[in-house]
């Protein structure tokens, strides 16, 4: 499995962004969770938010709930994160992962830079 993050950039606190994550080399008949995580300067990569592929299942981080929402695009096999009413802390590397049916996360794309600054 093979993914690829990217749209990031600087927006300002309050505004919004959209990044994208391409996915590509699923193994047919497996099950994928594809999340979002971030690593802020200095600190742990941490969980934001994640899409079961087939389902469209949700989950978020409660620092985000109600600010940002994942979806997915099957046709187009990307993974979206609308990011709406940014705070500085949500300035970080963005990676987004794939978790097969195995249940780790085993899979990561490189990462875009988001930074919230006025």
């Known amino acids: 499995v093979q993914l690829q993050a990217f749209g990031g950039g600087l927006v300002q606190p309050g505004g919004s962004l959209k990044i994208s994550c391409t996915a590509s080399?699923?193994?047919?008949?497996?099950?994928?969770?594809i999340g979002w995580f971030r690593q802020a300067p200095g600190k742990e990569r941490k969980f934001v938010s994640s899409i079961w592929w087939s389902s469209g299942l949700t989950y978020y981080v409660d620092s985000v709930k109600g600010r940002f929402t994942i979806s997915r695009d099957n046709a187009k096999n990307t993974v979206y994160l609308q990011m709406n009413s940014m705070k500085f802390d949500d300035t970080a590397v963005y990676y987004c992962?794939?978790?097969?049916?195995?249940?780790?996360?085993?899979?990561w794309g490189q990462g875009t830079l988001v930074t919230v600054s006025s």
């Open positions: 992962a794939a978790q097969p049916s195995s249940g780790a996360w085993d899979y």
């Open positions: 080399g699923f193994v047919s008949g497996d099950h994928y969770v």
